[in-house]
């Protein structure tokens, strides 16, 4: 059961080395950290995450571990542990049914899954390409999801000062969440029949 093994991450800590876990179990753990947190309020997230990153990071400011390889293929868990071995599995999970939301899909694939410091259109739209779900101005579905608010991107990095320069982005807490509540809500759904 998910919850027993979270319980038992969190009696026995471990060194925190990128290749010391695999993808899918580390996704399998942050799936089960999105359940357990799934029935608590935006204050008590705040406080049990601020326990976890004391606990297991040991300082506060410390940036979340990327992967040796970027390029190899990484897991993402849905909560009933069915593996998602790539984009194509998340985006499927996910459904999203604007270019913006395809988006946002491949921006949580890069940045939360993949490690991904900064996002940049080429690579979002790479990868929804090769799914044959290009995104015909990633600027704009970028732009547009900064505009939502809450911002679920924001640009942190313009290299040039043209209206043509490439930007760097990056999902904000809110952009993270709305992708895992379309997690929850698909795993729901599952379960519902």
Known sequence: MP?????????????????AVDAATEARAVMSLVQALAGLDAAAVARVLDWAV????????????????PGAPSSLASVDDEPREDLA???????????????LVA?????????????DSQSLNAGLKNLGHGVGNVTR?????????????????????TKQA???????SAGIQRIRDGLMAA???ERAG
């Open 166 to 172: 490439r930007k760097q982005y990056r999902l904000t």
């Open 187 to 189: 795993a729901a759904r």
């Open 141 to 161: 579905a970028c732009t547009s999801l900064i505009r939502q608010r809450p911002a679920l991107m924001m640009q942190v990095r313009k290299a040039g000062s």
């Open 107 to 119: 921006a949580y694939w890069h940045q939360v899954v993949q490690g991904a410091e900064h996002l």
């Open 3 to 19: 919850g027993e093994r979270a319980r038992e991450a969190v009696a026995q800590p471990t060194e925190t080395s990128s290749s």
């Open 89 to 103: 599995a998340l985006y499927e999970v996910v459904n999203p049914s604007t270019e913006s939301e395809s988006v």
């Open 54 to 69: 004391k606990r297991y990071a040991g300082d506060g400011g410390r940036k979340p571990a990327r992967r040796e390889d």
